[in-house]
């Protein structure tokens, strides 16, 4: 892998700040499971990293979710492959994608109410729907 990582075209992420480590994968497999650590376990500090913007590093915690520690640090295992190579290359791009995900800024919504109009079309259309269903309905009078 390269020294740098890109993200998006103005952001890089420096390899050094991502940490490997290897362990043993669960689920079936025979003998090579119980043998061979091929499972990724990666961690990033994203609070302390400097290749991210703070605004990005806060948006990467928060979409995280439960693969972030309280301190900030991501942790992915990837143990979907069956070498120690294609579960790195999973995990890292894994979280190239994450972190791009946090580059990109949500709009703010803005709040707005129902206009006149659209409120009154609305109960136009509820009292419509009930005088139809009045119609439908069986009195008592009628079976007197």
């Not at 520690?69 to 294609?86: C, D, F, K, S, Y």
């Not at 994608?97 to 259309?125: F, G, H, M, N, Y």
Request: without cysteine; glycine residues 4%.
């Amino acid at each position: 892998m390269p020294p740098f990582i890109p993200i998006t075209p103005a952001l890089n992420l420096d390899e050094a700040e991502i940490e490997l480590s290897f362990i043993r994968s669960s689920g079936p497999g025979g003998q090579n499971v119980n043998k061979v650590a091929t499972a990724v376990q990666l961690r990033f500090d994203a609070r302390r990293s400097p290749s991210l913007p703070n605004a990005v590093a806060t948006r990467l915690i928060k979409l995280a979710g439960k693969r972030a520690t309280l301190e900030g640090e991501i942790v992915m295992t990837a143990n979907q492959h069956r070498t120690q190579e294609a579960n790195r290359k999973d995990a890292v791009d894994r979280l190239i994608e994450l972190i791009r995900q946090a580059t990109v800024v949500q709009k703010k919504r803005v709040k707005t109410k129902p206009s006149k109009s659209a409120k009154r079309e609305r109960t136009d259309a509820k009292t419509k729907r009930g005088a139809v269903k009045n119609k439908r309905r069986v009195s008592s009078r009628d079976w007197d």
